[in-house]
């Protein structure tokens, strides 16, 4: 079940939930306690399996067109059952509905690190497509990929 979560403290003890079950990905304290603060002001979906949050994703504004994918996590023993294409298609139609006509998501470069790759042919499937690569915007281990979707 995907619902919205309107409070702050409930967005951010979910994120942490996952987040720090998720260090493969998320192993940078500094950037996953970021995450975990800047989320309480975000639009925050929750994948919940009988009341317990197994999943979360955060959009977040960018441009007046585009809302950002800022964040998303589910927990391993949930991964490839379709929850986070569920979160995504819930964020989708709410964006759409909000008037944005772009979805953007950052990752790091295919090819980088065999986990991130996941991530990406999971963006890819979703429908998101390659924008640019910016080699330095993280650092030259991570080289940020953008990805872009329509939401027409």
Known sequence: MIIEIKDPNEKQAIARKVLEAL??????EESR???????ADWTFFAAKEEEEAIG???LKE???ATVELA?????????RSGIGRQLVE?????????????MQVKTVKMGMYEDYDRTNLFYIS?????????????????PCQ????PLK
């Not at 964040?71 to 991964?79: A, E, N, Q, R, T």
């Not at 819930?90 to 772009?102: L, V």
């Not at 979703?126 to 991570?142: I, R, S, T, Y």
């Not at 953008?146 to 979707?149: L, S």
């Open 23 to 28: 260090t493969d990905w998320f192993g940078i």
């Open 33 to 39: 306690e970021e995450y975990i603060s800047e989320c």
């Open 56 to 58: 979360f994703l955060c």
């Open 62 to 64: 960018t441009g007046k």
């Open 71 to 79: 964040v998303m996590g589910v927990l391993k023993d949930y991964h």
């Open 90 to 102: 819930r964020a989708k139609e709410t964006a759409k509905s909000q008037g944005y006509e772009f």
């Open 126 to 142: 979703c429908g998101f497509k390659e924008f640019e690569v910016f080699p330095l915007l993280w650092d030259e281990a991570n």
């Open 146 to 149: 953008v990805y872009v979707m």
